[in-house]
């Protein structure tokens, strides 16, 4: 993963860039690094061939094609973003370009969710509850209904929202069939080029949910090459 762009010029190859191997640039996705588990994204998006920056200052928005918004904490990050002078940026990067969040991330793109120093970004049209599931001990594994990446998928909760409201114009892309509030209960969804997710795909080694968020939500080519499997020192 680089660094910080450190405001060199918008998507120019002296920001970090490498020369691919086949003398295209990879895209530059952003993750968002104040605070959570931002270096796992990281790992899942570079095993996909693009070059990752981290995002921790409105500078280092510029010239992404992408962002991804960890799991984390959500009062923490909103609380960061305030300091960082993030909010209006991300609120402005939210609107216009692709965007994908799990667990603290589909807290802060919703609509409204429960505790939060501040109010949610408002780019998905859901109301979340957060903590949903109960404490970090009662995290839990379930497989997962996901037709957009294939089928089955398997769902990482850590301390995960519930989404309890979808939205008219929000498509569901995740559903946990049993042991859910409901059978079937919403644990994914997207609307246009937002992304929400309430578990961990970056915590798997399964890179189906990043490379179609890449390549299918935000529209990007990724290198011929990708998909390099995630090393087992990741897993
Ligand atoms: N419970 C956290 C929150 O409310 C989210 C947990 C996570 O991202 N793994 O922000």
């Known amino acids: 993963m680089s660094g910080r762009a450190g405001g060199a010029a918008p998507g120019a190859a002296a920001a970090g860039g490498r020369e691919h191997a086949a003398g295209a640039q990879p895209p530059r996705v952003g993750v968002l690094a104040l605070q959570g588990d931002f270096e796992r994204h990281g790992a899942s998006l570079e095993a996909l061939g693009v070059e990752v920056v981290r995002v921790a200052l409105p500078r280092d928005l510029e010239g992404l094609a992408a962002l991804v918004m960890p799991g984390g904490e959500s009062t923490t990050m909103l609380r960061l973003m305030a300091a960082n002078g993030l909010r209006a940026p991300l609120e402005a990067f939210v609107r216009e370009r ?65 989404i309890v409201r979808v939205g008219p114009a929000v498509e569901v892309v995740a559903r946990r069939p049993e042991g859910g509030a409901a059978p079937n209960e919403p644990v994914g969804v997207r609307s246009g080029r937002v992304v929400g997710l309430c578990f961990h795909p970056e915590l798997t080694t399964d890179l189906r949910f990043h490379r179609w968020f890449l390549t299918e939500v935000a529209g990007l080519t990724l290198p011929s090459d990708a998909a390099i499997p995630l090393r087992e020192a990741a897993a």
């Open 98 to 162: 692709p965007v994908l969040g799990t667990c603290a991330g589909v807290i802060l793109l919703g609509a409204e969710a429960d505790g939060l120093p501040a109010p949610p970004l408002g780019a998905l049209d859901v109301s979340v509850t957060r903590n949903a599931y109960g404490r970090q001990i009662d995290s839990f594994n379930a497989p997962l209904d996901c037709p957009v990446v294939g089928g089955s998928f398997p769902g990482v909760f850590i301390r995960a929202p519930r």
